[in-house]
């Protein structure tokens, strides 16, 4: 089976199952002048569902999720978030990004902020929420992440794995219907790797629509509906992550597996 | 019973065996040593001969006040007292309400906080202490010693706004900008435009301090806010069309006090505009990257004078005709531009080294462009460039004695007055030179030393 | 096969982020030649009301003034030769200020590391001394101690150090010149000057030769002895060749003992900038050089030591050529500083080129056309440093990933 062909049979089921669908893409292509990065992605994600994409490094999988949120932005095709075309209008950019949270790698936590303050900005700004309920909620946000005790302190003071937990509660104060993770745990120790983690898996147990760039396969095994594997710009393969740890079937996809497990 | 555990041994050295190590580590070095003490004593010795013996101090003495402020008006003495008052109380505030932020940051975060002893004040200012006493020294009359101990004072009353409660903090800046205005106006006088300076500091307070905890930003917070901004200036030109006390402008000041007025006037004009170049460098439109760039550059290539010369000769030139500025305007003119240019490599430096990330991951957030640049971008980027800038209001500082050059009498300047005095037409031109320097290098290391300062605490981190 | 996708919909440009970046940058390029335009238009409107021109002919008309401590420049020539006094002195005082800001900076740099405490606190003051006092100061005080109310007599009665066994004077010391010996072109000067040029060329092939013998066999190569001998043997041979293409000037009082002839006389203007400016400048020299080696990370210290490395071994190999390639690039905008500084002269009566600018205005020419092109002098100076700053850092980089 073709990749797109493999991929849309399970998709097929994976909606009948989880729901519509909250996020397609459609023959996407991303260039970086004359490289390109995404060549013609195919992808339907259905709400509550766990993607796990995995690929060697410059397959452009961050390049994925970034052109979600429109970090970057795609040349050619359509992408549709929550019945919202993205586009160069700045209107639905917005919109699509109060709908979409996104956990960075490297934290990228305010440091001149607070914990509660990184946490209570957007809400503030973006929802207009008064100063006193924005700090409830973000409470509630850092308590559902384990780290309440650690609102007033600064990022600085912070352990890699706490500073990632509330980068999660960062995003999760948006309340948003997506959640796009960027190899959350690469920068980490690898001590502090299961702390994060683990709020994940709650998070995914929880309902939440997640798509998740990461080498870590045993989360993957844990939550994942689907796993999406990448190559030089395209999905190679799509399956259950069994299907992946069992019966690969393409060549690259068995190289780099052998490489990671 | 429990041993005591014999304290370490002490590894500072003491006495001989500190000469040894650290004056003859080596036989170079120690022949070194033989060499340049004996010149240095000798040095010291003629420099303390010219100082306290051969030197003859009268012309300082007796010129103190052309020193200080120039040919200002001496009826309107008073005013200048004033000034000092006012923003030795304004000094004395803004620390304690400084002071009082980092405690409570430090407090809240978990951190200790050392406050700060009168001992490490005194000896991060000794240099401006030491100057103060010599003009002490130097000073005729008893009126210095009455100003120097009220300013004392006021600074120390100041400080108490150390003790306000944390809701009380925004209140402490809004008096410090208030004080400052005043203390600039009680000089300049408060007629013609005064009123709006004060105006625009008390809208900036009325504005920020109309807000609440519990109400939701929206279109009733935001009108109130403007009710209270426009109640506020309606009160401020009512308050100013009564109170006209027509001061003594610009023009007229000199000696030192011209000079440390123009460096901070120079400074604080540039800033905006600095701010302006450095954002327009950096656009994506090649002509207004392009124009940035080449005044930028231009402005970098040439030496300041060449610009005091452009505003003395060119400036009025480019201007309606009819229209006239003071020499002084047009030097404080130059000297913005100049500096702007400066300042904007220096912002454009700041807003480099902010990684990436932390736009995306306010954009991610949906955060409006204008939002991250102000909540993220640009408190973070000003932050790290205060020692650069600190660094330049110095180099600003000691570029001011140029003035001299097209005949303002700032701080260096006015040594031409006093040698035009008879008594003093070729005597005594070392003497005023040495105190010239002496008050510049005061002001212009104690300055350098606090953007040492603020270089070391500003990379530990925040907080 | 998938369809092709469908065209995106179209987005109204208020709301378009491309447009609307587009449109705030434009506007602000409008508003800036909008206000250079006024200016423009103010500038000449008022040039025309006061019949002056914006035109820059005034370059040929002559001078009509002289120019202290030149006796050789004629008032009648044009004033572009001005300007070129004017930036020849400039040049003169900058480069001989750089010499000595770079020379005394690298000793008070590494001073300031040194282990003898007694020296590293002498540097320290030096640097605090001198960094916090404006550069104008420094100057006037030289030009008064030294000279205006200093220890030398007039130039009719200065004081002659003799050549021993000749009537020729070594130094001639007044309070407002000095002569020193200088040289003057003889016959062939121009060839002598081609024979230096050649032998430098090949004094570099020497070098790069005695280099390779040392890659390849390891024996020491002794390049800069090689390099300096062959300079100097063919300087000789040249000189000797040619019978003397220049001979030493020796320094006189001219006639009505007002200036010195022959040698090299430099007035104390010059001398006061030119010491003024390089003291100054190598407090910040000596700052950036100490900087520099402190940026060396330690680890490059503890790996030299590790390898059995000597102290100097370690400095010559290791650290200087890193501490180098962080200090070039501030010490040489210090070079623009001082270049820069130079224009401070106006205020010792030195003829450089912001001087003579300011006479010649005083003197009635047209002053935006004399100030431009005064600054265009600066730019110059300053676009050559920079030029000369980006070939070196660009040579210098460390190879990354």
């Given amino acids: 089976m073709s990749s797109s062909e493999s991929m849309r049979g399970v998709f097929a089921d994976a909606t009948r199952a989880e729901g519509d669908v909250i996020i397609e893409v459609e023959g996407v292509d991303k260039y970086f002048g004359d490289f390109q990065a995404l060549k013609d992605i195919n992808m339907a994600v259905g709400r509550r569902e766990v993607v796990v994409v995995i690929g060697p490094s410059g397959s452009g999988k961050s390049t994925l999720i970034r052109c979600i949120n429109r970090l970057e932005s795609h040349d050619r095709g359509r992408i549709v978030v929550d019945d919202i075309e993205l586009s160069g209008d700045i209107r639905n950019i917005q919109e699509i990004r109060r709908e979409t949270g996104m956990v960075f790698q490297s934290f990228n936590l305010f440091p001149h902020l607070t914990v509660l303050d990184n946490v209570t900005l957007a809400p503030r700004q973006v929802r207009n929420m008064a100063k006193d309920e924005a700090e409830q909620l973000a409470m509630q946000q850092l308590t559902r992440v384990k780290i309440p005790e650690q609102a007033r302190k600064y990022p600085g003071q912070l352990s890699g794995g706490q500073q990632q937990r509330v980068a999660i509660a960062r995003a999760l104060a948006m309340q948003p219907k997506v959640m796009l993770f960027d190899e959350p745990t690469s920068a980490l120790d690898p001590e502090m790797i299961k702390e994060v983690l683990d709020v994940m898996i709650e998070l995914a147990q929880g309902g939440m629509t997640m798509i998740v760039v990461t080498h870590e396969m045993g989360f993957a095994r844990a939550v994942a509906n689907r796993v999406v594997f990448m190559a030089e710009g395209e999905i190679v393969e799509v399956g259950t992550p069994e299907h992946f740890f069992t019966d690969p079937q393409e060549t690259r996809t068995k190289l780099f597996l052998s490489q990671i497990l | 019973m429990t041993v005591a555990t014999p304290p370490p041994p002490s590894t500072g050295l003491s006495g001989a065996a500190w000469i040894r190590a650290k004056l003859f580590p080596n036989i170079w070095s120690g022949i070194l040593t033989v060499v340049l003490v004996p010149i240095l004593l000798y040095l010291v010795y003629r420099t303390a001969l010219f100082v306290f013996v051969n030197a003859d101090w009268e012309a300082v003495e007796r010129n103190l006040t052309l020193f200080m402020q120039g040919t200002f008006p001496r009826d309107q003495q008073w005013r200048l007292v004033a000034q000092i008052f006012l923003f030795a109380l304004a000094l004395g505030v803004g620390a304690g309400t400084a002071s009082a932020t980092a405690r409570d940051r430090a407090l809240q975060a978990g951190l200790a906080y050392r406050p700060r002893t009168l001992g490490s004040v005194l000896r991060r200012f000794w240099s401006l202490i030491a100057f103060v006493l010599i003009l002490l020294y130097f000073a005729s009359t008893v009126t210095p010693w009455l100003v120097v101990l009220g300013a004392v004072a006021l600074a120390i009353i100041g400080l108490q706004s150390y003790r306000l409660p944390t809701s009380f903090r925004l209140y402490g800046w809004l008096l410090m900008a208030l004080l400052l205005v005043a203390g600039f106006q009680v000089v300049s006088g408060t007629t013609g435009r005064a009123w709006l300076v004060m105006a625009m500091v008390v809208g900036v307070g009325a504005w920020s301090l109309t807000e609440s905890s519990r109400i939701a930003p929206g279109w009733g917070t935001w009108a109130l806010k403007t009710v209270a901004v426009v109640v506020s200036t309606i009160v401020v030109f009512l308050v100013y069309s009564v109170v006209t006390v027509p001061g003594v402008g610009w023009d007229k000041w000199s000696g030192l006090h011209l000079t440390l007025w123009v460096s901070a006037l120079a400074i604080v004009l540039s800033f905006p505009i600095g701010l302006f170049l450095a954002l327009a460098r950096r656009s994506t439109l090649p002509a207004l990257r392009w124009l940035a760039t080449t005044y930028i550059e231009l402005i970098r290539g040439v030496p300041l004078i060449s610009l005091l010369f452009l505003g003395q000769y060119v400036l009025g030139f480019m201007l309606p005709a009819g229209t006239t500025l003071s020499s002084i305007s047009r030097a404080i003119a130059a000297m913005t531009l100049f500096t702007a240019a400066y300042v904007a490599e220096i912002v454009r430096g700041g807003l480099q080294s902010l990684p990436v990330g932390q736009i995306e991951a306010g954009q991610a957030l949906g955060l409006s462009t204008p939002s991250v640049m102000r909540l993220i971008v640009l408190p973070q980027a000003l932050r790290a460039v205060i020692p650069a800038m600190v660094g330049q209001f110095i180099s600003l500082f000691k570029d001011s004695s140029l003035l001299s050059i097209i005949a303002i009498l700032e701080f260096l300047g006015v040594r031409s007055l006093i040698h035009a005095q008879p008594d003093f037409r070729v005597t005594a031109h070392a003497e005023t030179l040495v105190f010239v320097a002496v008050g510049y290098w005061a002001f212009a290391y104690a300055m350098s030393r606090e953007s040492q300062r603020l270089e070391g605490r500003l990379r530990v981190g925040y907080g | ?401």
């Fill in chain 3, 1 to 401: 096969m998938t369809s092709p996708p469908p065209p995106a919909s179209r987005v109204p440009p208020w709301r378009n982020i491309r447009f609307l970046r587009i449109l705030g940058q434009v506007l602000a390029v409008v508003l800036a030649f909008l206000v250079l335009r006024w200016l423009a238009g103010n500038l000449t409107g008022n040039l025309d009301r006061l019949n002056m021109g914006l035109d820059f002919g005034f370059l040929s008309r002559p001078t009509q003034f002289q120019i202290p401590y030149r006796p050789s420049f004629d008032p009648r020539s044009p004033v572009t030769s001005m300007v070129l006094v004017g930036v020849l002195n400039t040049f003169l005082a900058g480069f001989f200020g750089i010499l000595i800001a770079l020379a005394l900076g690298l000793v008070v740099g590494v001073s300031r590391l040194s282990a003898n405490w007694l020296v590293a606190k002498l540097a320290t003051v030096y640097v605090e001394f001198f960094r916090n006092i404006p550069p104008l100061v420094i100057i006037i005080f030289f030009a008064a101690a030294l000279f205006t109310y200093g220890p030398f007599p007039n130039l009719r009665e200065a004081i002659l150090v003799g050549l021993p066994g000749s009537d020729s004077k070594l130094l001639i010391l007044s309070n407002d010149q000095w002569g020193i010996p200088g040289f003057t072109g003889g016959r062939n000067w121009v060839a002598f000057a081609v024979i230096l040029g050649v032998g430098f060329v090949l004094a570099v092939v020497v070098w790069a030769w005695r280099t390779s013998v040392n890659d390849r066999t390891g024996k020491p190569h002794h390049r800069l002895a090689w390099f300096l001998g062959v300079l100097t043997g063919i300087a000789i041979i040249g000189y000797l060749a040619l019978g003397g293409p220049f001979s030493m000037s020796w320094p006189a009082q001219s006639e009505n003992r007002r200036l010195i002839v022959g040698g090299f006389a430099m007035n104390w203007g010059f001398m006061s900038l030119t010491a003024a400016l390089g003291l100054y400048t190598a407090s910040h020299v000596g700052e950036i050089v100490r900087g520099s080696i402190l940026a060396v990370p330690r680890g490059q210290n503890e790996a030299s030591s590790a390898l059995a490395l000597s102290g100097f071994q370690r400095y010559r190999f290791v650290v200087l050529p890193q501490a180098l390639r962080i200090a070039i690039p501030p010490i040489i905008n210090q070079c623009l500083n001082l270049v820069k500084n130079t224009s401070l002269g106006t205020a010792v009566a030195y003829a450089e080129i912001t001087a003579l600018t300011q006479t010649s205005i005083g003197n009635g020419r047209p002053a935006l056309q004399s100030i431009v092109v005064m600054m265009v002098v600066y730019l110059a100076f300053s676009l050559t440093i920079s030029l000369l700053l980006n070939v070196v850092n660009r040579r210098l980089q460390l190879v990354t990933r």
